[in-house]
């Protein structure tokens, strides 16, 4: 499997403008979460999702932010409108079913500037 | 008010200068503890998960382990390649629920 894939690795916006961060878990995974990590705060739970539902969004900042996933296949983040205080690294991550595999997978992030 | 806490911040190692990352968490009702790698540029990358107190999980130079409110990470003689930031979490309560990271330690091994 080639791991939890994001894109893109690297995206730079101008503030005012819409992001959409995209990630593709593992295959058969049914856990699906969005982190943001900043130096300040380390890595922080945006949202998650069991089997395409999204659980908790307490972590998400504010209404600009949103998430969706459609399938068991795809996810994404979106940023409408984007602000310079929005620039991290996000990363998402997946989780199997076992009970005994609670360890969740990370994606390589994407590196998000808004200038 | 933090959940998981890690020290120290980050730490600096001579070769084969053995020692201990911490990490303490105050949540109740804790499923498992997972410490994770991280190198520059990449996303974590995981190395155990301890589930009950006295239990311990081993891998090349690295030893976890776990009391009721804490875990350790022992690294015994560090090499240059063991520099990464290492990360804790928890998950606590419910099965199917998210992992609570700690803002992690930064080792730095020089040769």
């Known amino acids: 499997d080639a791991g939890v894939i994001q894109s893109p690795r690297h995206e730079v916006t101008e503030m005012g403008q819409e992001v959409t961060l995209r990630c593709k878990p593992i295959s058969g995974h049914n856990s699906l979460f969005w982190y943001r990590q900043t130096m300040m705060r380390g890595l922080e739970l945006l949202i998650y999702f069991n089997n395409n539902v999204p659980i908790d969004d307490s972590g998400m900042p504010e209404d600009r932010f949103s998430a969706k996933m459609p399938n068991a296949s795809f996810s994404t983040l979106k940023i409408q409108p984007s602000e310079p205080r929005d620039s991290a690294v996000y990363f998402c991550a997946s989780r199997g079913t076992g009970k005994r595999s609670p360890e969740a997978f990370f994606g390589q992030g994407t590196r998000l500037t808004v200038v | 008010e933090d959940q998981v806490t890690q020290s120290p911040e980050a730490l600096r190692l001579q070769e084969g200068e053995s020692s201990s990352l911490n990490c303490s968490y105050t949540v109740s009702g804790l499923r498992g503890l997972f410490w994770y790698r991280q190198d520059p540029g990449k996303g974590p990358e995981f190395l155990f998960t301890?589930?009950?107190a006295g239990e311990e999980k081993e891998k090349e130079r690295l030893k976890a382990t776990l009391t009721k409110k804490e875990s350790f990470l022992h690294i015994t003689a560090p090499k240059p390649e063991d520099s990464a930031t290492y990360l804790c979490?928890?998950?606590?309560?419910?099965?199917?629920?998210?992992?609570?990271f700690g803002k992690g330690t930064t080792l730095s091994v020089s040769s």
């Open positions: 979490a928890v998950q606590f309560n419910q099965a199917g629920t998210a992992l609570i």
């Open positions: 301890l589930y009950s």
